[in-house]
């Protein structure tokens, strides 16, 4: 649903899982740190919301959201986490650049859900502007990273119940 009709922060609590118990990746790409930093507070504060311990969330930065899928198979290779939330932020410039980085992280985030038994969880903003950028990290359309931290909460469970 685009997100002009959707608040990224919306949900039902009640429906969530538990989080106690669980141990999540977080990784945040450093290119454009005023939002990714946002993305990254809003999915801690939602993971410690819903019963994930604060030591029990790592977080880890990378230099840029074409590295998150690398730091994400590292996490993975660890094995010290039971999901992957990967936080980033592109905005489109001049040149085909943005193209190429949102066509290698969503394909490298998709290969990576299919290679291993974990979620890792797109939190990648893909935007035209610093301005549509900040309305989903906080803003008037909510926070990509409450999102993320819910998404990999029901990823999580709905894995264990199969």
Not at 96 to 117: A, E, M, S, W
Not at 123 to 151: C, D, M, P, S
Request: proline share 4%; with cysteine; glycine share 10%.
């Amino acid at each position: 649903m685009a997100t002009a009709l959707h608040n990224l922060s919306d949900y039902d609590p009640s429906e969530i899982p538990s989080g106690k118990g669980i141990r999540i990746g977080i990784l945040v790409a450093e290119w454009n740190r005023e939002i990714t930093h946002k993305l990254a507070e809003g999915a801690i504060t939602t993971l410690i919301q819903h019963g994930v311990d604060e030591q029990d969330i790592i977080l880890h930065h990378v230099p840029g959201s074409f590295e998150l899928t690398k730091g994400a198979d590292w996490m993975a290779q660890s094995r010290k986490v039971d999901g992957v939330i990967c936080l980033g932020c592109v905005i489109r410039g001049e040149t085909p650049h943005f193209d190429y980085i949102c066509q290698g992280v969503t394909r490298g985030i998709t290969d990576l859900n299919l290679k291993y038994p974990l979620p890792f969880i797109f939190g990648v903003l893909t935007t035209e502007t610093f301005e549509q950028a900040a309305e989903r990290a906080g803003g008037k359309h909510g926070n990509k990273g409450i999102e993320a931290a819910v998404t990999v909460l029901k990823m999580i469970d709905l894995h264990t119940y199969l």
